[in-house]
Every structure is written in C-alpha cells, then in structure tokens.
C-alpha cells in the first residue's frame, strides 16, 4: 500500500475547501462549542473511512456487486467530483441554500452537514472501497485505516485554524488549492475508470 491513496483521500476530502462552510455553519458559537463542533466532524470523518475500508467489501457482496462496476462507478463519481472541484467548488458539497439554512440553526452541525456530504460523501466512500480491495494483508488494511486518521488530523487542524486560513489565503487562495486537487483527482479518476473496463471487457487491455 502506497501513498496514492492517502493522496485521493486528501484530493476529495479537501478540508481546506470546506473551511468557508464551517465559518459559516458556526457563526455565534461559543468556543467550547466550536472546539465540539471540530472534535465530532473530525472523528467522523474518520469513522466514516475507517469503516468503508472494514466493511465495504462485505457491502458489495452483500449486494452481489462486482468490484470492477463498483471501480467503474466510483470512477464516474470521482470525475464528477474533480470537475466540480475544477469549478471551484467541494468535491463532495450538494447542499441546497435551505440545507444550509437548516442546519445554520441546529445545535450542532458537526456530522451532517460538514462530515456528510461536504466532507466523506459517496466519492470518498467509493474511493475507500476500491483501494480496500486491492490491500492484501493485515497491514496494508491498517494502513488504509490509519489513512482516515490523517483524514480527521488534517479537518481539525483545517477547522481549527479556520479563520486565520480563510485571511491568508481569500477565496481566492482557496479556490486555486480547489482546482489543483481537482486536475489530480480527474487523473486519478481516469485511472480508476480504466482499471474498471479492463476488468469488465478484457479485450480493451489486448
């Protein structure tokens, strides 16, 4: 197991580009509820990882899914997501203006909707999937699992640092980081796409 999937995580999460709805979500918070808010959304981003990586594989069979439609699928999902990243846009943000309304007004926001979707949606959850397949042994599951630990270290460190981040790089700032992730994830898209044909039509691999 190498790096390549620390780095797609990295790419759809994107917490950098989720920092602008967590200002938003938590204007008027008290800092003991922000510190909560950080400290729930960041669990959740990694139990939600952790558990795609465990039990994902049994989801799909559970369901009589073959893994190369899952990669096919989760590739379509991927390049959705990289193009609307190259947009400037979240991979993973669906909300409508009264989602946000709603949930500006809840006690707490912190799993939905700032872990789900904005953070691990169906894009992340896929991607998960398919990079459990392909580790073999104990250590390289892991590894997968320990990767959703980085996942929830870098959300808090991003929400923690929320407004110092949104000063020193503007919209602008983010936007530019949005877009870079997204050109990665549209070529890692294609990868997983193509991984996902072979197996389906091995003649497109001759």
Not at 42 to 47: D, E, K, R
Not at 161 to 174: F, V
Request: aromatic residues 8%.
């Amino acid at each position: 197991m190498d790096f390549k999937p620390l780095i797609t995580l990295l790419a759809i999460v994107n917490p950098l580009a989720i920092v602008p709805f967590f200002i938003h979500y938590t204007q008027g918070f008290s800092s003991a509820q922000r510190k909560r808010t950080i400290l729930i959304s960041s669990f959740s981003a990694f139990a939600v990882i952790a558990t795609c990586a465990i039990v994902g594989l049994q989801v799909l069979e559970f369901f009589s899914i073959s893994l190369a439609s899952f990669q096919v699928g989760g590739g379509m999902l991927l390049l959705t997501s990289a193009l609307a990243m190259l947009n400037a846009q979240p991979a993973e943000a669906k909300t409508t203006q009264g989602e946000v309304d709603d949930a500006s007004a809840r006690a707490s926001i912190a799993v939905v909707p700032l872990t789900i979707p904005l953070l691990t949606g169906p894009a992340t959850m896929s991607t998960v999937v398919i990079y459990a397949d392909q580790a073999k042994t104990f250590f390289q599951h892991a590894a997968l699992v320990g990767y959703g630990v980085v996942i929830g270290l870098a959300t808090a460190v991003c929400f923690s640092l929320a407004k110092p981040i949104a000063r020193a790089l503007g919209q602008t700032g983010i936007n530019v980081m949005t877009r870079l992730m997204g050109l990665i994830l549209a070529a890692l898209a294609v990868e997983v796409m193509a991984a996902g044909l072979t197996k389906l039509f091995p003649a497109l691999g001759s």
